[in-house]
């Protein structure tokens, strides 16, 4: 059973940064992808960020430029720096796992709050 267990989150002001940490229970080479969501108050999760086993990346529109998705292989951690932070992106993040066209594996979930 793959676990995935998310840190970081917190409250920040406009404008300022938080860098999420994910660790896996397994090796992140063997998960054909990772990524990061986040569910806003009264919205579905959306996919802001995801990262292949080949280290290709992808940002949904919202978050570009201003976020990154990274991973340390050596420590089955992946990282999403995030800058420029603004009140919507408020919610609560949560790392995942895709593995057979699906994302499978999913962690607890980090708040972020985003203050004004």
């Known amino acids: 059973q793959v676990q995935l267990v998310e840190s970081g989150g917190g409250l920040v002001q406009v404008g300022g940064s938080l860098r999420l940490s994910c660790a896996t229970s397994?090796?992140?080479?063997?998960?054909?992808?990772m990524g990061w969501h986040r569910q806003a108050p009264g919205k579905q999760r959306q996919l802001l960020a995801t990262m292949s086993r080949f280290s290709v990346t992808n940002y949904a529109d919202s978050v570009k430029g201003r976020f990154t998705i990274s991973r340390d292989n050596a420590k089955n951690t992946v990282y999403l720096q995030m800058n420029s932070l603004q009140p919507n992106d408020t919610g609560v993040y949560y790392c995942?796992?895709?593995?057979?066209?699906?994302?499978?594996?999913w962690g607890q979930g980090t708040q972020v709050t985003v203050s004004s």
């Open positions: 995942s796992g895709y593995t057979g066209a699906l994302w499978n594996y």
């Open positions: 397994v090796s992140i080479a063997s998960i054909d992808a």
